[in-house]
């Protein structure tokens, strides 16, 4: 059941990409940030209230609140570079990069949460990662100098606090539950 959540995930994170293109052009990328995040924090809620599990938040431990706090700042920073990235360079160079962070997520999963490395694991990051470079660079060609590079330094920095939303920087610590 997993992989068709990961995949439902994947596919509105593709939808999300171009709308946020689409959407961005002729306003300020932090207004759009905070338009996108207060509509993402009302249906949240309204998902919270239909499930009627509102009161389990009495529950949370102060570590899980604590864990819970800094994702949602990494995500926060996540999507003002996101969304500036995009004001700045195309989706096809963008989204690529901050997607990145699933190399990052695995190198951190293995030096930090000691999650185990195979050979196979070792092979497919290094291919995601030269698939994205090899995106990069087709684009470069297409693109002036200093608008790829500031779209860069903004995607990169994107999909670096990408990666700590979903936790793993600071996933070291045991386990709540």
Known sequence: MWVIYASCAALFAGITSILAKIGIQKI????????????????????????????????ISLKSLLFLILSGVTTGASWVFYFRAHQLGNVNVVVPIDKSSTVLTMLFAITIL????????????????????LMIQKQAVEQSA?????????????????HCKKGRLVSWCPSTS
């Open 28 to 59: 300020d990328s932090n207004l759009a940030t905070a338009l996108r995040t207060g509509v993402v924090v009302i249906f949240a809620w309204i998902i919270v209230f239909a499930g009627n599990i509102q009161y389990s938040l009495l529950d």
């Open 114 to 133: 000691g999650e185990s490395v195979t050979i196979l694991k070792m092979i497919s990051m290094a291919v995601i990662g030269l698939g994205t470079y």
């Open 146 to 162: 200093s608008k790829i590079s500031h779209s860069i330094v903004y995607a990169g920095l994107s999909a670096f606090f990408a």
